[in-house]
């Protein structure tokens, strides 16, 4: 292998601003629906089911077919393959067939002339429905055994025995709510038919393959036939991730079978009704603990809100499981998980992927455990840490994952002086003391994040590097861009390689035929996996090059050095480009493929044990509110937030990621509440009804770092993944609350709060445990 100077303009570790800022800014930025539309393009609609569950007698779709600019109607029965769009089973149609199990399932597609006519005409169907029991609850669901996977236990020591013989014990029932992605740019697809029964869609997806499969499954035409693209999303976070298919499915059926262009663009409302969330989840614990707050034994049910099919909703679950030790050691545990099904929106993917829903309850418990110590949180959260990588007693996780790379210990040292985490302490305590209304709260939690799809196959990359004859570089990866600054890391992971500067690289869109059977740019993997690609695509030009160049310059390939733009051996430099036109001439190649899949990883999902991660991300955070007692409105007054993104690829882009993610889990834990009426409709399916954060709700004092890290792993320039595990660190806001609400009653009491802490929930609690 060539030498890599490490002095050079070290294209990675710089905060380089994201590769589209300037586009983003300035409005220049395309997505899908800013593509020139071609000539005769039509606009779809869909027409929702207004019941839970009901056996379609009747669809009337006259009224419809009528209506003004109406070109065509489709129903389950026009797809010539499949109507199915179950990522991993196949029980999602794309349009309901004979049942319908929500409200506002998918029944048909209107096509017309534009949006607005398809829209208006989707609403004059007349459904003719025979009304089923629906369940549209988690915990009604599991009292009838209603699931959509079959229950999912994992077990380690003998949790009972130790609870039954533990000094103290609690239990209880807790929940936390799901949570809409509220990407900013919604669902759409745009289907382009091309010759041959072949079919382009642009679609907004986190997983073009995926979509090349449902599109060519639905068509039934084979998948060299379908081309799917996506430059960009606005936003993703996982709820692109499998349910960008119902709308490429129904976009590609109209096309086809108009055999002309449409496109499928959700408004906000539809997009709400029709596709899933974070999963709810809900708890029943037992746990046993001495008088120090060591924890001695954990039996945990967990109940998933699933929706109507699985979707997801198994490796969510199965991440969950993966997540209820957080950064702890849990000698002995007894943990099961159902997925419930319920007449409700199939829930899917959400940064954290079940991670955060298996981990905050863990801290609730702990919570709980230092509260009836009288002792500081922190204190009990310390003590119960995984140990210091060779304490061989207490680093295997309860799936039997060694942890080699724990640095919570230091990590949360390092927070605790930075945040003045005691004297805060103390400074709100004699606040409290003489404030009747107003009360302060402040956590500490911690977190630890695995790192790799826990699926294992899905943990692989490939990446094509072109080089342009005047020294200009094209890259296109697997993964795709929704905001996260992947196509900037990859750039200058690219660059590095190449030892060109960053404004040489361009990145293009995503695109099923240029990179083949790609995974979803999903569990935080994008730049570790798509990095690692391009990385060893960009390695094979450089050794053709550093071959060619000792021939021609003297010296010897492996001596080559490539920096600054430019291409040394022997003594000699000379510019990359000049040398990339030689070397042509020369008839080297000078673009190439590269591939990558993560290392040992192995998993057993029935006995749910083995080494699904390839690493772990760790972090902390301080959060310090103010309660309004009489009210239950609240403020994060200040936020201290320490995270591992180890050697940085890119501080700047990393920092941008803790900050989204801080927020958007503060809003998941506070004030974003799905709300169903009793016939199953979601009522909060607008931004007037669902609030999520805004920029008011951010702190004002908000300290966001990187701990100084190195990844143990070897991962692309030892970085650390950063996309889903900073939306653990709010747990810090959530007990702050809960820590402001204790106060009322002295710290005497646990307020029964549950997740989200909305103002209502914050004034049922405090009004619980005040005499
Ligand atoms: N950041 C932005 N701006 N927009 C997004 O949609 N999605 C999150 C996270 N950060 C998201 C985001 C989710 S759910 C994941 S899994 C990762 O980005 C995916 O990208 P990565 O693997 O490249 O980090
Ligand atoms: N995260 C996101 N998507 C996934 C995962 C995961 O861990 N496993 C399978 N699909
Ligand atoms: Mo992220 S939930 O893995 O798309």
Redesign the pocket.
């Known amino acids: 292998m060539t030498k890599q100077n490490e002095t050079s303009w070290a294209e990675v570790g710089k905060s380089h601003p994201h590769e589209s800022a300037v586009l983003h800014v300035s409005g220049r930025a395309n997505y899908t629906d800013d593509m020139p539309e071609t000539q005769g393009t039509l606009h779809a609609a869909l027409g929702l089911s207004t019941q839970a569950h009901a056996l379609i007698r009747h669809m009337d779709l006259n009224a419809v077919r009528q209506a003004q600019g109406v070109i065509a109607v489709f129903t389950a029965r026009d797809f010539p393959g499949s109507n199915q769009c179950g990522p991993i089973i196949k029980d999602d149609p794309i349009l309901a067939d004979g049942v319908v199990e929500y409200v506002g399932q998918p029944l048909f597609a209107v096509v017309a002339r534009s949006h607005e006519l398809a829209r208006r005409a989707a609403r004059l169907a007349k459904i003719d429905y025979e009304t089923l029991p629906a369940i549209l609850h988690p915990r009604a669901a599991h009292e009838q055994q209603s699931y959509v996977l079959p229950p999912m236990s994992l077990t380690r020591g003998d949790a009972q025995h130790a609870i039954a013989n533990a000094p103290h014990r609690i239990s209880g029932e807790w929940q936390v709510g799901g949570q809409e992605q509220f990407y900013l740019e919604g669902q759409i697809a745009y289907a382009i038919p091309q010759e041959a029964d072949g079919m382009y869609v642009a679609c907004s997806t986190q997983h073009p393959s995926e979509m090349q499969h449902v599109v060519a499954h639905a068509l039934a035409i084979p998948l060299h036939s379908v081309q799917v693209e996506c430059r960009r999303m606005g936003g993703g976070f996982g709820g692109k991730?499998s349910q960008s298919a119902l709308w490429a499915g129904v976009a590609a059926l109209c096309a086809f079978k108009l055999q002309r262009p449409v496109k499928l663009r959700a408004d906000r409302d539809d997009d709400m009704l029709v596709t899933g969330k974070r999963h709810e989840f809900h708890y029943d614990y037992e746990a046993g603990y001495n008088d120090e707050g060591l924890i001695l034994g954990v039996k945990v049910q967990m109940l998933s809100r699933a929706g109507f099919s699985a979707d997801?909703s198994g490796?969510v679950a199965t991440?969950a499981v993966c997540h209820l030790d957080n950064a702890y050691f849990l000698s002995d545990v007894d943990i099961r998980a159902m997925c419930c099904k319920t007449n409700t929106q199939s829930n899917t993917?959400f940064r954290g992927?079940g991670g955060p829903q298996g981990a905050i309850l863990i801290e609730h418990i702990i919570d709980d455990i230092a509260r009836h110590l009288g002792k500081d949180a922190l204190d009990v959260r310390r003590l119960n840490f995984y140990g210091r990588n060779d304490d061989e007693g207490r680093n295997v996780t309860h799936y039997g994952q060694k942890v080699v790379d724990n640095v919570i210990h230091e990590l949360v040292a390092e927070l605790e002086q930075s945040s003045d985490y005691r004297a805060r302490r103390a400074a709100i305590a004699k606040f409290n003391a003489t404030s009747p209304v107003l009360k302060k709260g402040l956590a500490l939690t911690p977190h630890k994040f695995g790192i790799a799809?826990?699926?294992t196959h899905?943990n692989q990359a490939g990446a094509l590097v072109h080089v342009y004859l005047d020294g200009s570089v094209l890259v296109n990866h697997g993964g795709t861009e929704m905001g996260q600054g992947l196509n900037t890391k990859v750039a200058q992971v690219v660059a590095h390689e190449l030892g060109v500067p960053l404004s040489a690289v361009r990145i293009t869109a995503t695109d099923t035929t240029k990179v083949a059977n790609t995974s979803?740019t999903?569990?935080s993997t994008g730049t570790d996996l798509n990095g690692k690609a391009a990385q060893a695509a960009a390695r094979q030009i450089r050794d053709r090059l550093a071959t060619y160049a000792a021939t021609t310059l003297g010296g010897v390939a492996s001596e080559v050095s490539f920096s600054d733009g430019n291409i040394s051996s022997g003594g000699n430099t000379v510019l990359f480009s000049e040398l990339v036109q030689k070397a042509y001439l020369a008839r080297v190649q000078l673009w190439s493929d590269g591939f990558y899949a993560t290392p040992d990883l192995h998993w057993d999902g029935k006995s749910m044990k083995g080494n699904p991660f390839s690493y772990y991300a760790y972090g902390a955070a301080v959060s310090e509110v103010v309660v309004d007692t009489l009210t239950g409105e609240w403020k994060l007054l200040r936020a201290d937030v320490l995270y591992d993104a180890g050697n940085s690829l890119n501080p700047a882009i990393d920092k941008g990621q803790v900050e989204g993610a801080f927020i958007q889990g503060m809003g998941w834990l506070t004030t974003e509440e799905l709300v169903w009426n009793a016939s199953g409709k979601l009522t909060t399916h607008a931004p007037s009804t669902y609030k999520i954060p805004a920029i008011s709700d951010c702190p004002e004092d908000f300290r966001v770092s990187l701990f100084k890290n190195k990844n143990v792993a070897d991962s692309i320039h030892r970085s650390k993944a950063v996309g889903e595990p900073p939306l653990l660190l709010p747990f810090s806001v959530f007990f702050a609350i809960r820590d402001a609400i204790a106060s009322v009653a002295d710290h005497q009491r646990h307020p029964p709060l549950p997740a989200p802490a909305t103002s209502e929930a914050i004034l049922r609690a405090v009004n619980a445990i005040r005499d």
């Open positions: 991730e997801l490796p991440r993917a992927f799809f826990n699926v899905l979803a999903a569990a």
